[in-house]
């Protein structure tokens, strides 16, 4: 009697936890669903970033980034590198980091010189409920009528997204 006691009480266990782990992969597909529209456009972004930039009749790359993550930091380089490339366009860094670190991370890499670069602190962690993704880096690039044009979730070469940044 006490096996059939156990016995039920981990197959309904497990049918919790695949129940749960079904609905959390129904709710991100969903979520994902909902932001392939919600990103057709540039969307207004509710970050609180570090400088102001304009951005009319400019292609814009949104980079979500971590100031931990080693290939943010290897992309963070590249565009300090590349910035020649970039000088037509604008690179909008966001981060679920804090002031601090962000603080920390522009001046490491250089990144507080380069006039084309935003950084934004997500500190509600909406980005992913807008992009659909979290991935760091993740890129979202737009052409210059802020107009989706491609995404590319973890590091990618830095030709890929000069490409865009020069149309």
């Not at 979500?64 to 366009?89: D, R």
């Not at 804090?98 to 001046?107: G, I, P, R, S």
């Not at 990144?111 to 807008?130: A, H, P, Q, T």
């Amino acid at each position: 009697m006490k096996r059939k006691i156990v016995f039920s009480v981990i197959v309904l266990c497990l049918l919790a936890i695949l129940t749960f782990i079904g609905y959390k992969g129904f709710k991100t597909a969903k979520l994902r669903k909902q932001a392939e529209v919600k990103i057709l456009f540039l969307p207004d972004l509710p970050f609180v970033f570090t400088k102001k930039t304009s951005m009319a009749n400019m292609p814009v790359i949104v980079n979500y980034f971590s100031t931990s993550c080693e290939h943010c930091e290897y992309m963070a380089t590249q565009f300090v590198l590349h910035q020649k490339e970039f000088e037509k366009s604008r690179i909008l860094m966001i981060t679920p980091d804090d002031t601090v670190e962000v603080n920390k991370f522009k001046l490491k890499f250089g990144i507080d010189r380069l006039d084309f670069v935003s950084i934004g602190i997500d500190s509600k962690f909406e980005f992913y409920k807008i992009f659909g993704y979290a991935n760091t880096p993740s890129f979202f690039i737009y052409n210059k009528n802020h107009k989706f044009v491609k995404k590319y979730l973890g590091e990618t070469k830095i030709q890929n997204l000069i490409k865009y940044a020069m149309d």
